[in-house]
């Protein structure tokens, strides 16, 4: 399974981005997705999962801000941040779960100037 993550940029703060991740490849073993973050300095968290059924999962950070969604073909797996804050400045990874492991593909930085 290759990731292909964009949309990331910069943004003030208060404003709304919207990340894309398109899944490339054997899809059939994928038990969820969702989207990490890495802000410089600091390790690695997730921030928003979507599970095969749909459910979703988010860190008390982003609840109430970030949307995880993903298509109907399930290749695609979208990010709608709102409200974001400087604190939110990452590189921002997508991720999927097969047989219970992370596969991370390369991230897109966003940057939230104050």
């Known amino acids: 399974v290759q990731l292909q993550a964009s949309g990331g940029g910069l943004v003030q703060a208060g404003g709304s981005l919207r990340l894309s991740c398109v899944l490339s490849?054997?899809?059939?073993?994928?038990?969820?997705m969702g989207w990490g973050r890495q802000a410089p300095g600091k390790q690695r968290e997730l921030v928003a999962s979507?599970?095969?059924?749909?459910?979703?999962n988010y860190a008390d950070s982003v609840k109430g801000r970030f949307t995880i969604s993903r298509d109907n073909t399930r290749t695609t797996v979208y990010l709608q941040m709102n409200s974001l804050k400087p604190e939110d400045t990452a590189v921002y990874y997508c991720?999927?779960?097969?047989?219970?492991?992370?596969?991370w593909g390369r991230g897109t930085l966003v940057t939230v100037s104050s």
């Open positions: 979507i599970t095969r059924s749909g459910s979703t």
């Open positions: 991720y999927v779960v097969i047989y219970g492991e992370n596969y």
């Open positions: 490849g054997s899809i059939f073993s994928i038990d969820g």
